[in-house]
T-cell receptor, first 114, second 113 residues
Framework: KAGVTQTPRYLIKTRGQQVTLSCSPI?????VSWYQQTPGQGLQFLFE???????NKGNFPGRFSGRQFSNSRSEMNVSTLELGDSALYLC?????????????FGPGTRLTVL | GENVEQHPSTLSVQEGDSAVIKCTYS??????FPWYKQELGKGPQLIID?????GEKKDQRIAVTLNKTAKHFSLHITETQPEDSAVYFC????????????FGTGTRLQVFP
């Protein structure tokens, strides 16, 4: 069974640009969550999608957005990039909401903003 | 707000020794407590989890204990091996029908041969 895949794995952008990251969940998983990981702030929840609907959102500015498609694949977008957006962006999938259970993480996309 | 504190931030042990990592959570409504292991260049991997209706859970060399009254939970690794070297994260979530995990700040475990 293939794991969670994220593309691209590495990305370099400059301030002011925008970026789109992609996540393909494990087959059969319909819930996708995104996390930002930085040395200073650790792992922080960005948002969660289920059935193409955003069900929960973390404390990030509106420059961070996401969406989910009917095949459960998800994308997140960051507009007007800032230096502080440099981070590892992780996607996690699970079968669906309900009783909290195992989330499977992808390898992440390493975003560097210059 | 929701918060999970994790200690220590770094831990060095000799191969064969035990390692203990401790976490404290702030929200008494939390009921699910997973532990993740993250190796260099990889995403976090779940190694063990516990729910609030259980006090202890074991899986081979790994065990997790939960004290709901004190809002503490701990990861115990026995007979450590060099391949156990990684960053370990604890997390907590509430039964509010979301996937939101609140993570601790991580513990870098080094096991010396």
């Amino acid at each position: 069974k293939a794991g969670v895949t994220q593309t691209p794995r590495y990305l370099i952008k400059t301030r002011g640009q925008q970026v789109t990251l992609s996540c393909s969940p494990i087959s059969g998983h319909r819930s996708v969550s995104w996390y930002q990981q930085t040395p200073g702030q650790g792992l922080q929840f960005l948002f969660e999608y289920f059935s193409e609907t955003q069900r929960n959102k973390g404390n990030f500015p509106g420059r961070f957005s996401g969406r989910q498609f009917s095949n459960s694949r998800s994308e997140m977008n960051v507009s007007t990039l800032e230096l502080g957006d440099s981070a590892l962006y992780l996607c996690a999938s699970r079968r669906g909401p309900g009783i909290a259970g195992e989330q499977f993480f992808g390898p992440g996309t390493r975003l560097t903003v210059l | 707000g929701e918060n999970v504190e994790q200690h220590p931030s770094t831990l060095s042990v000799q191969e064969g020794d035990s390692a203990v990592i401790k976490c404290t959570y702030s929200d008494s409504a939390s009921n699910y407590f997973p532990w993740y292991k993250q190796e260099l260049g990889k995403g976090p991997q779940l190694i063990i989890d516990i729910r609030s209706n259980v006090g202890e859970k074991k899986d081979q060399r790994i065990a997790v204990t939960l004290n709901k009254t004190a809002k503490h939970f701990s990861l115990h690794i026995t007979e450590t091996q060099p391949e156990d070297s990684a960053v370990y994260f604890c997390a907590a979530s509430k039964p509010d029908n979301t996937d939101k995990l609140i993570f601790g700040t991580g513990t870098r475990l080094q096991v010396f041969p």
